[in-house]
């Protein structure tokens, strides 16, 4: 079927412009004043914004994390984020304590396929790297998985890697075409924290154990390994003003970059201090003033908007006894709050909004996911996942989640509305809704361990 969309203002080559595009077959054939073209549908997209579809880079979907599973399914994140103009969700396929990634891999698939209303792309995050585990690795890069996690921390969790460990897989790995995604936070510098005297029946308590040096720390140490030995590598979430000052500074040495998340922007750690503030508990944590770090941001600083959506149940988050919020597990829902919180980064200038969107969640995250040659931009060849965004719809609260998990952005509303959202080419969304909620369409964007006689 032939689709034209026409009369919106188009994000092409870092600009808007009046412009139609004509998709067929799944993928974009023609950009540009295309005249009369003749077409089984229209949309007209009159007062709208035409945007590549959004990638959030960063969620935690479907999985256990310590004993709590998560309030996300892969059907209702998917209908979460394709609803919020989102058609590639990134989420982790986690190597558990007593498993193989690949068997890790094949639980990850056997959930989201055939349940995903968005395309689906895994990092991945070995914990274990026995001489078969990188031979594994191995195989799925060259197969076409492309980043891997690591983390600096949560030594107890069995998912820390030291900083030997990292400069030995950036040796390793990196010459292999594998991008590293690392969570810094120094866990020298939070093993240091005493926390004899410290009120832990206080939420805020979690400001002092997880302190700003030690993501500040971390950042610099693996930039400084990353930079030495020329590897590709992305910071997550991060939360301080000098980390993001420190990576903006070598960015151009290397090739580095790196995401915040809405929460670190508009929520500040007095969040914390409120009477339910265990539930904005994440690592890192929120943070004091806001205003320069989201004035940095502003300015483009951060190549990423994520969410790292991370949705506990509501139970689940408020089961602990008043003594020892450690006990709390860490993490917020976001995923289909994510274009209207990052809208508000720009909000004063709708345009530079409208641009914001299409570059740092949409160009930035394809090319750093390595999807670059098919997502990310409205270009004729590229997969026609398009966006037809409404800024002046009705005012409404936002939503974070559709699971049954809190709400992270209490008070906040928008005005944004998603008129169409296209999947690979095909209306999946009208008005904010799905067209067809009992058949989703989305792909997985990775070959499977089998095809890569790996399973
Ligand atoms: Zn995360």
Known sequence: MKTLIRNGRMALDGCLQHLDVLVED???TAVGSLGEVLVEREIDAAG???????????????DQIGPYYLADTYESATRAAL???ITTLCTFVTQGPDETLLQAMARARAKAEGQSHSDVLWHLTPTTFSPADLATLKVLLSGGYRTLKLYTTYKSAGIYASYDRIEELFTSLGPLGSQFLIHCEDDGIIEAVDPTGLDLSKAFTHTRLR???????AIQRVVELALAHRTSMHVVHVSTLEGARHLVANRGKGDLSFETCPQYLFLDESWLAREDGHRWLCSPPLRGDRLSFLELIRQGAADIIATDHCPFCTRDKDNWNGQDFRVVPNGMPGISALPHVTWKIWEDDPDRAAMGLATHLSLNPA????IGDRKGALQPGMDADIVVLDPRGPERPLRSTSADAFEAFPGFTSHLAFRHVLLHGETRVQDGRLTQPAAPTGRLLQPSPASLSLA
Request: a negative charge.
């Open 26 to 28: 799944g993928r974009i």
């Open 48 to 62: 709208c914004y035409v945007l590549p579809g959004f990638i959030d880079f960063h969620t935690h979907v479907d």
């Open 83 to 85: 609803e919020n103009g």
């Open 211 to 217: 302190p700003e040096a030690a993501e500040i720390v």
């Open 367 to 370: 090319h750093r996911a390595g």
